[in-house]
């Protein structure tokens, strides 16, 4: 038996990847107060981004959560009677706070008016922190992870009294597969989607297939990608959400052709041709990215599918920190590509932006830029770069680490409130000899966050403490080598000598106390 739903407001009738690799109480009883609203019980303090103004907090208890996941909420300082919902997915190694911070979405709630629910995993469930959408007895309606995200919904819905008919979800990656899934689980719940470097519906049920899913891409016709959808709820009669499907042409983590699929799958769902009834590109971008748009169905305004290329980026979501053609939102940071705000032009799709409505900042975000590393030593480097407050007050930070997902953030400084740019450094210390780096300088104020011209440098090795030429014999007598079956064996690197005896000679650097390697010669 189909379990039933609460009733709610209907809309008009008119018509699953293993691991993709790789925190106001006081304040809150003020805002909350100003709205008229009683201050949840369950709300537990959590630190807002510099860009926002509102709430983020996370939500304790939201239901049975049979999928054990964790909720966060993201509440605008100033919020209408009736406000839309929309739920924000982290992709895989992400949290709830990491895409808040810097998927542009709290920037939009503010310009727009409407909450943002943060989903986050945990890792008792997946190790690297992705949704599970591979797993039935988790992406599936009513149950697990699933019926976790639809109780956050309904939470979010209940408490601010919000729009039951203007619900929306979105997610990179792992989080861009699960909202596909939810989208078919879900139809009555969700008005609309963006699937964001995801994954088909009904794809994998398995690990094993989630792999083939990523990497393939697994194609199928497009009516065999609808039944998917249509399956995932069979009693429901009613209208499908609009879809966008957003990807990076130079996705290495997702196959790009997995948003073909998508569209192939939505558009079948909706009844329509896979041949687009109208293209263009992103509105505002006059950089070489040249995004392409491709919009199926409905209207000009309001199409039913759409597939937005970002040309020439990679895995994450796309947002915007640099120029004034374009609204600006987000931060860089590993798996958010600095191209366009995708948030704003997705909730734009959804039809959440108006025209009596301002847009995000294009200029008021700070501007940053990494120049170069000086004085690079074996442990220590200086790193050099360029703030611009943009008229506001600013601080920054370098972040660094071994791959572009850092790592390790200095001290924040005050670059003050300026209009022209203020050559800024730090230094680094604690490195590891012979290993290449990647920093960026990451620059924040009251309106935006920005990072942005990572540089990389490489460590020259540690000079050696000391050196020795000698017979394989004296060298393990001073404690050097060790003899193994008649052979000889350098101390700490196992390096192969030769015969051990008077006859045969070699040459031991020690790169670090009692750990000796084998060299042609000492200097």
């Known amino acids: 038996m189909r379990r039933l739903r609460p009733v709610r407001q209907l809309r008009p009738t008119s018509l699953r990847l293993s691991a993709i690799r790789k925190p106001l109480a006081a304040a809150a009883v003020t805002i909350l107060a100003t709205l008229g609203l009683a201050l949840p019980a369950v709300l537990q303090?959590?630190?807002?981004?510099?860009?926002?103004?509102?709430?983020?907090?996370?939500?304790?208890?939201?239901?049975?959560?049979?999928?054990?996941?964790?909720?966060?909420?993201?509440?605008?300082?100033?919020l209408p009677a009736d406000p839309p919902v929309v739920v924000a997915l982290h992709g895989c190694t992400q949290s709830a706070t990491i895409y808040y911070d810097d998927s542009g979405w709290a920037a939009e709630a503010d310009a727009y008016g409407f909450i943002v629910v943060f989903p986050q995993q945990t890792a008792a469930n997946n190790a690297e922190d992705c949704f599970d959408w591979w797993?039935?007895?988790?992406?599936?309606?009513?149950?697990?992870?699933?019926?976790?995200?639809?109780?956050?919904?309904?939470?979010?819905?209940?408490?601010?009294?919000?729009?039951?008919?203007?619900?929306?979800?979105t997610g990179l990656s792992a989080g861009g597969a699960m909202t596909s899934d939810m989208l078919a689980d879900y139809p009555d719940v969700y008005a609309g989607g963006a699937i964001i470097g995801g994954i088909p519906v009904g794809c994998a049920t398995s690990l094993t297939q989630a792999d083939t899913c990523?990497?393939?891409?697994?194609?199928?016709?497009?009516?065999?990608?609808?039944?998917?959808?249509?399956?995932?709820?069979?009693?429901?009669?009613?209208?499908?959400?609009?879809?966008?499907?957003?990807?990076?042409?130079?996705?290495?983590?997702?196959?790009?052709?997995?948003?073909?699929?998508?569209?192939?799958?939505?558009?079948?769902?909706?009844?329509?041709?896979?041949?687009?009834?109208?293209?263009?590109?992103?509105?505002?971008?006059?950089?070489?990215n040249n995004d392409d748009v491709s919009?199926?169905?409905?209207?000009?305004?309001?199409?039913?599918?759409?597939?937005?290329?970002?040309q020439g980026v990679g895995?994450?979501?796309?947002v915007a920190t640099q120029g004034t053609s374009q609204p600006q939102c987000g931060a860089v940071a590993a798996y958010f590509v600095d191209s366009v705000c995708s948030s704003y032009y997705i909730a734009q799709f959804w039809g959440l932006t108006t025209a009596s409505s301002s847009p995000p900042p294009t200029t008021a975000a700070p501007a940053a830029t990494t120049t170069a590393a000086t004085s690079v030593a074996s442990t220590t480097a200086t790193v050099n770069g360029s703030v611009n407050p943009n008229g506001l007050a600013t601080t920054y930070s370098f972040e660094y680490g071994t791959t572009t997902a850092y790592g390790t953030t200095t001290s924040s400084v005050s670059a003050g409130s300026g209009t022209s740019a203020t050559t800024v450094s730090a230094s680094l210390t604690g490195l590891?000899?012979?290993?290449?780096?990647?920093?960026?300088?990451?620059?924040?104020?009251?309106?935006?966050?920005?990072?942005?011209?990572?540089?990389?440098?490489?460590?020259?090795?540690?000079?050696?403490?000391?050196?020795?030429?000698?017979?394989?014999?004296?060298?393990?007598?001073?404690?050097?080598?060790?003899?193994?079956?008649?052979?000889?064996?350098?101390?700490?690197?196992?390096?192969?000598?030769?015969?051990?005896?008077?006859?045969?000679?070699?040459?031991?650097?020690?790169?670090?106390?009692?750990?000796?390697?084998?060299?042609?010669?000492?200097?």
């Open 295 to 310: 919009d199926y169905g409905g209207t000009a305004a309001a199409p039913d599918v759409q597939l937005n290329a970002v």
């Open 45 to 78: 303090t959590a630190p807002a981004a510099a860009a926002a103004t509102g709430t983020f907090a996370q939500v304790s208890d939201f239901g049975s959560n049979p999928g054990g996941l964790q909720m966060y909420m993201y509440v605008p300082a100033s």
């Open 214 to 288: 990523m990497a393939g891409p697994v194609s199928n016709s497009p009516s065999t990608w609808a039944s998917y959808v249509t399956g995932a709820d069979p009693g429901y009669t009613g209208p499908y959400p609009r879809v966008a499907i957003w990807y990076g042409t130079d996705d290495t983590v997702v196959n790009p052709a997995n948003a073909t699929e998508s569209m192939d799958q939505w558009t079948s769902v909706w009844g329509l041709s896979q041949t687009p009834s109208s293209t263009s590109t992103i509105a505002g971008d006059s950089s070489a």
């Open 315 to 318: 895995h994450g979501t796309p």
């Open 432 to 523: 590891s000899p012979g290993t290449t780096y990647d920093v960026q300088l990451v620059a924040q104020n009251a309106d935006g966050t920005t990072g942005g011209g990572n540089i990389t440098f490489t460590t020259p090795a540690a000079a050696p403490l000391a050196c020795y030429t000698a017979s394989n014999y004296q060298l393990t007598v001073d404690g050097y080598a060790y003899e193994s079956g008649g052979y000889t064996y350098a101390d700490g690197s196992n390096d192969y000598l030769g015969l051990w005896n008077v006859f045969y000679t070699s040459s031991l650097e020690e790169t670090s106390p009692g750990y000796f390697v084998s060299v042609s010669s000492c200097p």
């Open 135 to 169: 797993t039935p007895s988790a992406d599936s309606r009513g149950e697990g992870e699933a019926e976790s995200i639809y109780q956050m919904t309904e939470y979010a819905i209940s408490t601010y009294s919000a729009n039951a008919a203007k619900v929306y979800i």
